[in-house]
């Protein structure tokens, strides 16, 4: 894909089928050299902060490549200082989203905790609508989601097409398991929220973030007692 050709939607979803089928057995690096290479600058890493395990796949095939981090006004102290460093030390472009609204103009307009009392528009507001208004200038966006976190990711492709925002989804470990991360941690040094040595599997906003218990999913620790087990980044 030539830098001045705008591919229209058909193209981009018949790429990402094709794509998905194709790569479905290649490692992580061959998936984001294909994603590199079909997509030049205009695709990006989006980053929770967890760790940085698909940022520093990314940056080895493409330096400087933007990683996109979506700060709620939420977040725990530790992955704000994760995406410091992580900006500080890696050959990467850390561009950090924020709401429309501050969390105080939020409480404002809907009342304080709405995380509580509606976190499907909470997370509508904090979260999918920036992200939509940054993903815009690309035309696809690399994700760390991996098929064993939860049953709800289970059928995760590792290319797609994100009908949602009209966008080829990246999605290079989807087959690794918690071990590969873990391994690929310890080997090559890669930036880790510290929350995951503290009994968190996985870290979201502190107000929806609970440590989780032996034998829970990693992601049971989200919106724990709620009945909701995804912000609708990935829906
Ligand atoms: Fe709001 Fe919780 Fe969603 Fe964060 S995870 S945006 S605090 S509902």
């Known amino acids: 894909m030539t830098a001045d050709h705008i591919p229209g939607d058909a193209e981009l979803q018949e790429l990402a089928e094709r794509a998905g089928r194709e790569l ?4 992580a690096l061959d998936i984001l050299r294909w994603t590199a290479d079909t997509f030049g600058p205009r695709w990006c890493v989006t980053s929770s902060m967890e760790d940085a395990v698909v940022a520093h ?4 095939v493409s330096p400087g490549v933007d990683v996109v ?13 994760t995406r410091d460093a992580v900006a500080a030390v890696m050959d990467v472009n850390v561009i950090t989203l924020t709401p429309r609204q ?3 103009e939020q409480d404002a307009e809907y009342g304080e905790k709405l995380h509580d009392r509606d976190p499907d528009l909470c997370c509508a ?3 999918v609508q920036p992200l939509e208004e940054g993903l ?4 696809a966006w690399a994700t760390g989601l991996r098929r064993d976190e939860s049953p709800t990711r289970a059928g995760t492709p590792v290319v797609g097409w994100d009908a949602k925002r009209r966008k080829v989804k990246v999605s290079p470990i989807a087959r690794w398991t918690q071990g590969d991360v873990d391994t690929y941690i310890a080997e090559h040094g ?5 929350l995951l040595s503290d009994g968190y599997a996985s870290v979201g906003c502190a107000p929806c973030t609970r440590r989780v218990l032996v034998g829970e999913d990693a992601r049971a620790g989200r919106w724990a007692g709620r ?9």
Do not use: M, Q
């Open 24 to 27: 479905e057995d290649a490692d």
């Open 57 to 60: 796949l990314a940056s080895r």
């Open 69 to 81: 981090f979506l700060d709620t006004g939420y977040h725990f102290p530790e992955t704000i200082g």
């Open 102 to 104: 501050t969390v105080a």
């Open 125 to 127: 507001l904090r979260k």
């Open 136 to 139: 815009r200038v690309y035309h």
């Open 190 to 194: 890669v930036l880790a929220n510290p």
């Open 227 to 235: 009945a909701k087990t995804e912000c609708g980044l990935h829906g």
